[in-house]
Nanobody, 114 residues
Framework: VQLQASGGGLVQPGGSLRLSCAASGSIFSSYVLDWYRQAPGKQREFVARIATGGTTNYAESVKGRFTISRDNARNTGYLQMNSLKLEDTAVYYC?????????WGQGTEVTVSS
C-alpha cells in the first residue's frame, strides 16, 4: 500500500487541523492505521491508532484533543486535531500495518505557533 499524508500547516495554539492519509494499491480496510509524529530533535512517537474494526487508542498526550477515524470507502484515514498546543509541533506520519508489513507515508508538517 502507498500512503500520502496531507493537511499539515501553521496554526495558532488552541486551533485545529485535520490530517488525511490517502491509501492506494491495496485493500485499505485490512490495515491497522497509526499516526506517529516526530518533533525536531526528538524520536518518532506514537500518536493514535485505529484498528480494522474501528477500535481506537491514543497517546496520553493527545487524549481528548485528537480523534482518529477512517473511511474505508474512500481509502482514507484522518486525524482531527483540536486544542493544539505548541508541543504538538512535529512532522506527522501515517503508518499502515497488516500481515503484509508496515508502510509509511511521507509525513506532513504541523507547526503550532503564535
Amino acid at each position: 500500500v502507498q500512503l500520502q499524508a496531507s493537511g499539515g500547516g501553521l496554526v495558532q495554539p488552541g486551533g485545529s487541523l485535520r490530517l488525511s492519509c490517502a491509501a492506494s494499491g491495496s485493500i485499505f480496510s485490512s490495515y491497522v492505521l497509526d499516526w506517529y509524529r516526530q518533533a525536531p530533535g526528538k524520536q518518532r512517537e506514537f500518536v493514535a491508532r485505529i484498528a480494522t474494526g474501528g477500535t481506537t487508542n491514543y497517546a496520553e498526550s493527545v487524549k481528548g484533543r485528537f480523534t482518529i477515524s477512517r473511511d474505508n470507502a474512500r481509502n482514507t484515514g484522518y486525524l482531527q486535531m483540536n486544542s493544539l498546543k505548541l508541543e504538538d509541533t512535529a512532522v506527522y506520519y501515517c503508518n499502515a500495518v497488516s500481515i503484509r508489513g508496515s508502510f509509511w507515508g511521507q509525513g506532513t508538517e504541523v507547526t503550532v505557533s503564535s
